[in-house]
Each structure stands twice: as C-alpha cells, then as structure tokens.
C-alpha cells in the first residue's frame, strides 16, 4: 500500500526567503504526482502535475521535482511572500490503484510567510 | 459562483442522526469524487463516480453510502451518523482520468457528530 509523508508538518519561514517542501513515498511505481495548495476554510487547489516520465515542472516561483527511484518530490518556492502562507499537499497516483486510480495525499505542510 | 458547490457548509448533528451533503458543479465534468480530511491523515477516498450509472467505493467507503443524481450532482450520506464520521469533506471533479487531469474541489463541509 502507497503511503506519503510531508516532512515538516509545520514551517515557518521569514519573507523572501527560498524554501523547499519534502514528500516521500514507498512504492515508485506511480503514474504522476501533485501538489496541491489548501488555504484555511478552502479547498485544495492544484499547483503542479508532474508525470512519471517528467523530472520537474515549473510554474512562477514555484518548481517541483520529482526522483521515482528514490521515491521524492521536492517543492521549491522561490523568493516566498506571506502570500504563500497555506497548506502544500502533495498525492501520488499509484499504479497499484488500478482502475480505480486512486490518489494517495500525504498530510500536507503548513507554510508560513512572515513580513 | 464557485465551481463546485458544496452544501451546508458547516454542520452539527447527533450521533444516530441522518446527514446529508451535497454536491454540485458547473464544470461539466463526468467524473466526481468525495474525500474526507482528518488531522495528520491527508485525504482519503470515499467513494467516486466516472459518470451518472457508475458508483464505486474507494478507500473508506463504510458508514457512507452516495448517489449521482445528475451528471452535476453528486451527494453523499451518513445513515446514522457517529463521532468518528467528525471531519472536513471535500467532494472534486476532473474531467478525465486523473492520469492525465487535474482535481478540482470544493470549499469543503466541516461535519461535526456529537
């Protein structure tokens, strides 16, 4: 079974710093990988999509990577504002999920930027 | 106007107590998906619709039951609800496969069960 985990659950960062989000996960036979953004009382909105085929996507200051064999994903935001303050989660779509392909979300990381 | 439309937004009830929540969207999108969200647990997968005759369970699909009314309209029940049912659902779309698509959601329902 697939598990994800975001590492740190928690971040605080000052502003206009680069940072970097962690996701690992145990089975590397996935189909792509996402990252999402969660702003409190909201719900997720996608940043990113990255296929297994792919090694990054960019997307402004944003830049997600992703290594299969050793089974991580980083999420670089560059030059961060309090703007990006929110919850970043990243899920895998697994090959093991079959038809029923399945998302597996890690737990997220609470960003925040402060001024 | 939101996309996806999730109603009530907020809801308090007792445990035994019938629960409903509702989802539509604007989208046109055939596929839709009910979530819910715990504290230190991601997202885990209800139950997922790929158009109005197809249901299926996804990860913890026990103690809830959904129906497809419409190609926009997607609701999902808590026959007798419990404390542990207490959580924040999501209900997203896509428009295909989310091999190759995004996820779209809605602004949530936060269920409390007393």
């Known amino acids: 079974k697939q598990e994800v985990t975001q590492i740190p659950a928690a971040l605080s960062v000052p502003e206009g710093e680069n940072l970097v989000l962690n996701c690992s996960f145990t089975d590397s036979a996935i189909y792509n990988l996402q990252w999402f953004r969660q702003d409190p009382g909201k719900g997720l909105t996608s940043l990113l999509l990255i296929q297994s085929s792919q090694r990054e996507q960019t997307s402004g200051r944003l830049n997600a990577s992703l290594d299969k064999s050793s089974g991580r994903s980083t999420l670089y935001i560059a030059a961060s504002q309090p703007g990006d303050s929110a919850t970043y989660l990243c899920a895998v779509l697994s090959i093991s999920s079959g038809s029923a392909r399945q998302l597996t979300f890690g737990s997220g990381t609470q960003l925040t930027v402060l001024p | 106007d939101a996309d996806v439309t999730q109603t009530p937004r907020n809801r308090i009830t007792k445990t035994g107590k019938r629960i409903m929540l509702e989802c539509s969207q604007t989208?046109?999108?055939?596929?839709m998906y009910w979530y819910r969200q715990d504290p230190g647990l991601g997202l885990r997968l209800i139950y997922y619709s790929f158009d109005v005759k197809d249901i299926n369970k996804g990860e913890i699909s026990d103690g809830y039951s959904v129906s497809r009314q419409a190609q926009a309209k997607f609701s999902l029940s808590l026959e007798s609800a419990i404390p542990n049912q207490t959580a924040l659902y999501f209900c997203a779309t896509s428009v295909t496969d989310v091999y190759t698509g995004e996820l779209f959601f809605g602004e949530g329902s936060r269920l409390t069960v007393l």
């Open positions: 989208k046109g999108h055939d596929r």
